[in-house]
C-alpha cells in the first residue's frame, strides 16, 4: 500500500462509481445517505471555515487498491468473456496511478447542504439535500441516489483525517506541500526564467512590427477622432478582416458583400439604415448586441467604436492569446492603410516580446484559455519537448501558491 496521511483510505474505483455532476449541479441523495452528509459536515466543523457558506475543505488520497477491490475474474469474465491478461490490462488502465488527490468540502447556506469531490476536471461529484436554496427538500421530484455505503466508508476515514489535523496542523499542511502533485497545483513564475528553461517564445516581433506596436503603445484615443458612418465602419472593418490569411481573396469584393461575414452584418441587418449617416450607424450600434456587433473574429477580436461624446475614436481589442495572430495582422493592415485607432493589447504584446511580467501556472486540466495580459501554462511532462532536468528546474523556481491553513477551533 503507498504511504499516505492516514491509515485506509477509500478507493480510486468506489469514487469512479459516484454519480458525477454536471456543471455542479448538485445530485440529490437519499435519506440515508443525506444523513451522513450531514455527519459530515459536523465533523468538519471541528475547523475555522474557510470560505462563504461556512466552506470547510480538507484534502485526501485515494488508492489503486488490489485487482480484487476493482472487481473478481470470474466476474468481469462471465460480463465479457475477456481473458485474465485482457481484465488486468483493462484494471491498469482504468487506474494507472496508485493514488489520486481529492477535494472533500462541505458547505451550506440556509436549508441547502451539501458535499462536493473535486478530483479532475469534468470528474467533480456535488451531492446534497436539494437543487437549491429555492426549493424544499420536499418538493425535489427527482430520483434520489444511494450513496450511503461510500459515504460512512468516507466518514470514518475523515475522522482519522481530522483527529490527525487537529493534532498536528502544520503537519498537515507540511504533508500537502512534500506530496501533493505539482501539476495539480498553481503558482506562477518570471516569464523570461519561463522562457529560458522551456526555449519557448511567446511573440517574437520582427522590426518592422516592433516599431508599428512602439507607436501604437503610445497612442491615446484622443488623437484618433471620427466622423462614423456605417459605410466608413465598414471599409475599416474589411481591412482589418481580409489583413487575415485565409480571408485575403476577398478584397476585391465590395463592402457589404465582405461584411456578410461579420456576426451582425447580415444585409437584413444593414437594410433599412442610411450607410452614410452619422445618427443611422449609432441607431445600427443600438439595435444590436455590442458584443457581437463588432467582432472581426467571431466573439475573440473586436474593432470597437468609442464615443467621447461627439466623435468617435476605434478601439481593436482581444482577450485571450491564441488569437495574437489574427490581432497582429489587423492591428498592422489598419496602421498601413493610415487609419486612426488604438489598439488595447499593445503594451501587453510588447511585455510578451520582451519577456516582462510573469507566467500563471495552472493544473493541465484547468478549463479555460490563457489572457494575453496573463499568460498561462501548465508544468510540462517528458515529451512536451523539455527534459526532466527542465522539469526539475522549473518546479524549484516556480512561486507555488501555498495551501490554505486548516484552523481547528480553540474550545
Not at 427527482?142 to 483527529?163: G, P, R
Not at 487537529?166 to 503558482?187: A, S
Not at 492591428?331 to 516582462?356: F, I, S
Not at 498561462?376 to 507555488?400: A, H
Amino acid at each position: 500500500m503507498v504511504k499516505t496521511f492516514c491509515k485506509n483510505p477509500p478507493l480510486i474505483s468506489e469514487f469512479n462509481q459516484l454519480p458525477v455532476s454536471h456543471n455542479l449541479e448538485i445530485t440529490i441523495v437519499d435519506d440515508k445517505s443525506l444523513e451522513v452528509i450531514v455527519r459530515i459536515e459536523k465533523l468538519l466543523s471541528a475547523f475555522e471555515p474557510m470560505g462563504v457558506d461556512e466552506l470547510r475543505y480538507v484534502y485526501i488520497e485515494a488508492v489503486r487498491g488490489t485487482i480484487e477491490d476493482w472487481c473478481t475474474y470470474e466476474e468481469y469474465r462471465k460480463k465479457t468473456g475477456a481473458r485474465m491478461k485482457e481484465w488486468k490490462k483493462k484494471w491498469r488502465y482504468r487506474h494507472p496511478y496508485a493514488k489520486e488527490w481529492c477535494q472533500i468540502g462541505v458547505r451550506h447556506y440556509e436549508e441547502l447542504v451539501f458535499l462536493y469531490i473535486s478530483r479532475r476536471l469534468h470528474d467533480d461529484v456535488v451531492i446534497g439535500n436539494t437543487k437549491d436554496v429555492y426549493t424544499p427538500r420536499e418538493q425535489v421530484d427527482t430520483y434520489k441516489y444511494d450513496v450511503y455505503a461510500f459515504l460512512t466508508k468516507l466518514e470514518a476515514y475523515l475522522i482519522s483525517v481530522v483527529e490527525s489535523i487537529k493534532n498536528d496542523p502544520q503537519g498537515y499542511i507540511r504533508y500537502l506541500e512534500e506530496n501533493y502533485p505539482h501539476r495539480m497545483r498553481t503558482g506562477k513564475i518570471a516569464t523570461k526564467e519561463w522562457c529560458r528553461i522551456t526555449k519557448e517564445k511567446f511573440l517574437d516581433l520582427d522590426g518592422e512590427t516592433l516599431g508599428i506596436m512602439e507607436d501604437l503603445a503610445t497612442r491615446r484615443p484622443e488623437t484618433s477622432h471620427l466622423k462614423l458612418t456605417l459605410r466608413e465602419y465598414m471599409r475599416i472593418w474589411k481591412i482589418a478582416y481580409t489583413s487575415q490569411p485565409g480571408n485575403q481573396h476577398l478584397k476585391d469584393l465590395p463592402l457589404e458583400e465582405v461584411f456578410r461575414h461579420s456576426s451582425k452584418g447580415y444585409m437584413s441587418n444593414i437594410k433599412g439604415y442610411d450607410w452614410d449617416s452619422e445618427s443611422d450607424f449609432q441607431k445600427w450600434g443600438d439595435a444590436n448586441s455590442p458584443y457581437h456587433c463588432y467582432d472581426v473574429c467571431y466573439a475573440r477580436v473586436h474593432l470597437f467604436p468609442q464615443s467621447d461624446g461627439a466623435d468617435y475614436y476605434l478601439e481593436l481589442a482581444a482577450h485571450y492569446e491564441g488569437w495574437i495572430p489574427n490581432l497582429i495582422c489587423m492591428a498592422v493592415a489598419l496602421y498601413k492603410a493610415g487609419v486612426p485607432y488604438v489598439l488595447r493589447n499593445a503594451e501587453e504584446l510588447l511585455a510578451l516580446h520582451y519577456q516582462t511580467g510573469s507566467v500563471a501556472i495552472r493544473p493541465q486540466y484547468h478549463y479555460g484559455r490563457s489572457f494575453i495580459s496573463n499568460p498561462e501554462r501548465y508544468l510540462p511532462r517528458i515529451g512536451d519537448g523539455v527534459t526532466q532536468k527542465q522539469i526539475d528546474e522549473l518546479i524549484s523556481i516556480i512561486d507555488w501558491d501555498g495551501f490554505q491553513e486548516v484552523k481547528p477551533i480553540q474550545k
